[in-house]
């Protein structure tokens, strides 16, 4: 009779264990998701504000301006050009008129 007992209680906590894991895990996840989004929207944040600060200070390049420069410095880039609009990884530099008026970046 003592054997099942034992058995039982070993059972039982070998249950509260684990599901003390599972909890542990699930808050932990959803904690690490909490930092990841503050963070990417952070990063989204500091991207929009250097394309905007970008859009300012290269008013005077046009298109094959950009063009050029990005080649020059990405030579093995793959640098799509369409019409009104340079796209390098992701990032897409849309002009007006031949100048620049925004960057975003597009995935």
């Known amino acids: 009779m003592k ?5 039982f ?3 039982f906590f070998l249950l509260v264990v684990s599901n003390l894991f599972w909890i542990y895990t699930s808050i932990d996840a959803g904690v690490t998701q909490t ?3 503050d963070s990417i929207e952070k990063q989204e944040k500091v991207i929009n504000l250097l394309g905007e600060m970008l859009v300012e200070g290269s008013k005077k390049y046009s298109q094959q301006e950009l063009l050029f420069l990005l080649r020059q410095k990405y030579p093995d880039g793959f640098i799509v050009e369409q ?3 340079v ?3 992701g990032i897409h530099f849309e002009f007006e008129n031949d100048s620049l008026v925004s960057v975003t970046e597009n995935w």
């Open 87 to 89: 796209i390098y990884q």
């Open 9 to 11: 209680f070993f059972s």
């Open 35 to 37: 930092y990841q989004n």
């Open 83 to 85: 019409e009104n609009e």
């Open 3 to 7: 054997k099942w007992k034992t058995l």
